[in-house]
């Protein structure tokens, strides 16, 4: 490894946690690792950087990468997946005296919803999701991704724009994706390689703005453009209530147990605002992660009762 980076995050911040609940959102496989291991694109160059709990303080992670960086770049591009700028501690206060998120977020505190390394990749993921479940476009993806990308020590790294836009629909569709996806697919990557569409400027500038741009490109309607500013853009407080899952989710935790409307799931939701997106990720972090403390219980318990 060339560079090397300490980050000190806001907030509380689990990373074995976190790492376990964005496995949680996938088919099972294998044990979730100990450290953040992505693959990005810096200067044309592709580049592995690895982030891990530092020894120091629990806020505190260690980033290292491939490819020789000045300690500051590296940071931003480590940070950026594990939420470095995101604080909890004003959803703790907001849920503190809730009955069900009180006891929630303690559990599971530090807990952050881990982003993909580039907002171009999480427009992809996006598309690949519409109207899918989680593990269906989840295999889905990996097939393109494996055709056009590259592999460094084990991981992927993600096709660039170029590399999508000069592909053909027939190469994309062989790949599982949709006619229609692939037409998207390709569609918006020729904007984003011929710099028509400036991924970069989405950063600094408000949802409202960010809706104005997505909704004039195909296939970007309510859902996907909110999924994009939640996990794409990490803001705290965008909902996609058109979110079957959620929908579901919520209801099972905040509602009665049957699944909201999209009405219904906004004023289930309201008392967390500003975070609300936030407090989503917690009900369904939670809500996918009981099964298996729960087992892990049982198995901790029987151990324990055989030992006697």
Partial sequence: MSAKAVLDLAGPFDLALSLRAAASFWPAQGAVPPVLRTGVYIDGRSTITETGRSRARPQQVTAIASAPLAAARLGAIAGRPVSADLDLRPLYALSAAHPVMGPLVEALEGAKPLRYPSLFEMLIVTISEQRLSLAAAFYIRRRPVARFSIEIDGVRVFPTPATLAAASLADLAACGLSRRKAECIRDITGEIAAGQLDLKRFEGVTGAEVRDVLRCRREFG??????????????????????????????????????????????????FAPFRSLAAYYLAVHTRLAPIRASRGSMEQGTAERRL
């Fill in 222 to 271: 309510a859902w996907s453009i909110e999924y994009v500013l939640t996990r794409g853009l990490g803001r705290p407080d965008c909902l996609p209530t058109g979110d079957v899952g959620l929908q579901r989710v919520v209801g099972r935790c905040l509602s009665d147990g049957r699944r909201l409307s999209p009405g219904d799931l906004e004023r289930a939701l309201a008392p």
